[in-house]
């Protein structure tokens, strides 16, 4: 079981967390939402909680939690940019189908 990130993800969440000036990793999680049931949590991440999993990835610390990781297991979180936009993108090989705007998704 492991979530990853892509080289350019990796170079895109150290950038941010030395502008940042503080931090050890990006938190990866799961919510109810949207109109397929699931949406994505991203967030910053100074400490590792208990009951966190962590993975390492090029150098940084990916922290789920054991109900988000059940969704996640074998994602990558790539960053790419598709004409003037910019974004992280979740390559997740368990979802089934996607809302019409890929805010959400079921498994």
Excluded: W
């Amino acid at each position: 079981m492991a979530i990853s990130l892509s080289e350019r993800a990796a170079k895109h969440v150290t950038n941010f967390l030395q502008k940042r000036g503080k931090g050890i990793g990006i938190r990866l999680g799961v919510r109810t939402s949207g109109c397929s049931g699931m949406a994505y949590k991203l967030e910053f991440v100074d400490e590792v909680l208990d009951g966190d999993l962590q993975f390492d990835s090029h150098g940084l610390k990916v922290i789920t939690d054991a109900k988000s990781l059940a969704y996640l297991d074998g994602t990558e979180l790539d960053f790419v940019r598709e004409g003037l936009n910019e974004g992280f993108k979740f390559n997740n090989p368990n979802v089934k189908n996607e809302c019409g705007c890929g805010e959400s998704f079921n498994v």
